[in-house]
């Protein structure tokens, strides 16, 4: 059970680094690129882009509370 705790804390922590590289580098991550690579309007390609990108960093950056939140919980049962 220590271990996963500290797991825990571990990906949590590296996690909100991982959320803002994954909000840079959004618009060049491969997911939903082929749906992108469709549009043919640039302005509104770049919109999308960015707000994938955003998305995407909204979604890792709900890791890092989650997983502090799990360890601290674990802590207190072990």
Not at 5 to 30: D, I, K, N, Y
């Amino acid at each position: 059970m220590q271990m996963l705790t500290e797991a825990c804390l571990w990906v949590g922590l590296l996690s909100v680094p991982l959320s803002w590289l994954v909000w840079f580098f959004g618009p060049r991550l491969e997911v939903g690129r082929h749906v992108l690579s469709k549009i043919t309007d640039p302005a509104l390609k770049a919109a999308l882009e960015e707000a994938h990108a955003e998305r995407w960093g909204i979604f890792v950056g709900l890791w890092p509370a989650t997983l502090l939140l799990l360890n601290l919980i674990l802590e207190k049962r072990v």
